[in-house]
């Protein structure tokens, strides 16, 4: 059964570092998203990614998130410059249609 | 500001019982997901409800979607410990399909 697949699964990261977080949505997909959770808190949603441009950002999205499908296979989240508070699950997720989504099994991210 | 509000937060039950997990909001939603979350993996779809009115089973399980597509029930019937986890509800908003997701629910079904 197709999934979606992403790596790193933990990576951990000086403050001021630049991450970037990788994901392999489901083969035949669409759209295409990002979200992150804290620690003991709700899923967020960050980003939503449709025709190789962003559709919608929210304001945790800031200038210091980027994302990308730079071969058509991987999406990625960048990270420019990491604060303290960017600790938490990333999870990547995916839709044929835009609301059936599948999600990756995440990666921890860690800024010490 | 869409919020979805899941109650209970915390269901403690015995094998065989039957439960009903609840997922409201003031906002209308164009489709419903139900997830099942383990600890540190990502959210798992069980179901997807689309039209106002909706129910769907999957075994044991019976989810519902509100008629004014503002909340869903999740219902078990004869709980097993193996249905023991977290589970989300997440509502799409707006035309990206971006979800909003309830804070969850913890269900510890005890032997």
Same mark, same amino acid.
């Given at each position: 059964?197709?999934?979606?697949?992403?790596t790193?699964?933990?990576?951990v990261?000086?403050?001021?570092?630049?991450?970037?977080?990788r994901?392999v949505?489901?083969?035949?997909?669409?759209?295409?998203?990002?979200?992150?959770?804290?620690l003991?808190?709700?899923?967020?949603?960050?980003v939503s990614?449709?025709?190789?441009?962003? $559709?919608? *950002?929210?304001?945790?999205?800031d200038?210091q =998130?980027?994302?990308e499908?730079?071969? #058509?296979?991987?999406f990625?989240?960048?990270?420019? $410059?990491? *604060?303290?508070e960017?600790?938490?699950?990333? =999870?990547?997720?995916s839709?044929?249609? #835009?609301y059936?989504?599948y999600?990756?099994?995440?990666?921890?991210?860690?800024?010490? | 500001?869409?919020l979805?509000?899941?109650?209970?937060?915390?269901?403690s039950?015995?094998?065989g019982?039957?439960?009903?997990?609840?997922?409201?909001?003031?906002?209308?939603?164009?489709?419903?997901?139900?997830?099942?979350?383990?600890?540190?993996?990502?959210?798992?779809?069980?179901?997807?409800v689309?039209?106002?009115?909706?129910?769907?089973?999957?075994?044991?399980?019976?989810?519902?979607?509100?008629?004014?597509?503002?909340?869903s029930?999740?219902?078990?019937?004869?709980?097993?410990?193996?249905?023991t986890g977290l589970y989300l509800?997440?509502?799409?908003?707006?035309?990206t399909?971006?979800?909003?997701?309830?804070?969850?629910t913890?269900?510890q079904?005890?032997?």
């Amino acid at each position: 059964e197709p999934e979606v697949t992403q790596t790193p699964s933990h990576q951990v990261t000086q403050m001021g570092q630049e991450v970037i977080l990788r994901c392999v949505p489901i083969s035949n997909h669409l759209y295409f998203y990002w979200y992150r959770q804290i620690l003991g808190q709700k899923v967020e949603f960050l980003v939503s990614f449709y025709n190789n441009e962003i $559709s919608e *950002k929210s304001e945790i999205f800031d200038d210091q =998130f980027s994302v990308e499908r730079p071969d #058509g296979s991987n999406f990625t989240l960048k990270i420019r $410059s990491t *604060k303290l508070e960017d600790s938490a699950m990333y =999870f990547c997720a995916s839709s044929l249609q #835009g609301y059936e989504q599948y999600f990756g099994p995440g990666t921890r991210l860690t800024v010490t | 500001t869409q919020l979805l509000e899941q109650s209970p937060q915390f269901l403690s039950i015995q094998e065989g019982e039957n439960l009903t997990v609840y997922c409201n909001s003031s906002s209308v939603f164009s489709s419903l997901q139900w997830y099942r979350q383990e600890p540190g993996e990502g959210p798992v779809l069980l179901v997807t409800v689309v039209t106002g009115g909706e129910v769907k089973k999957l075994k044991r399980l019976t989810f519902q979607f509100g008629d004014a597509r503002k909340d869903s029930s999740l219902h078990i019937t004869a709980a097993q410990p193996g249905d023991t986890g977290l589970y989300l509800c997440a509502g799409a908003a707006g035309n990206t399909g971006k979800l909003i997701f309830g804070q969850g629910t913890t269900l510890q079904v005890k032997p």
